[in-house]
């Protein structure tokens, strides 16, 4: 997972215009389809990868409080013990980020 996540990075920052927001676009299509467990994992990882371009990004930023109402903090309810895991790095993520900006 970390080669992906270092791949999704690497993709983003040196392609942001044409790769970030259709990544995001992506993300938010699977969290909307009411998609599995390991499903939501992944599209939370993403995300969490992300954080540092999304609290940078004038379009994004203003919208991650509405995200995280509707997908992350039901997640802090989830059976499995690695969604809660997910939920509180994304959480964590996205809390660092925003404190940079």
Do not use: W
């Not at 040196?14 to 009411?34: A, E, M, Q, Y």
């Amino acid at each position: 997972m970390a080669a992906a996540t270092t791949f999704l990075c690497q993709l983003v920052s040196s392609r942001t215009k044409v790769t970030f927001l259709p990544i995001l676009h992506f993300v938010n299509g699977i969290l909307d389809s009411h998609p599995t467990a390991p499903q939501r994992f992944g599209a939370l990882n993403m995300l969490s990868a992300l954080a540092p371009f999304a609290m940078r990004h004038p379009d994004v930023k203003g919208k991650m409080e509405d995200f995280t109402i509707k997908y992350v903090f039901p997640e802090f309810a989830a059976p499995e013990g690695y969604m809660r895991a997910a939920v509180r790095l994304s959480s964590r993520q996205y809390s660092a980020a925003s404190s940079l900006t």
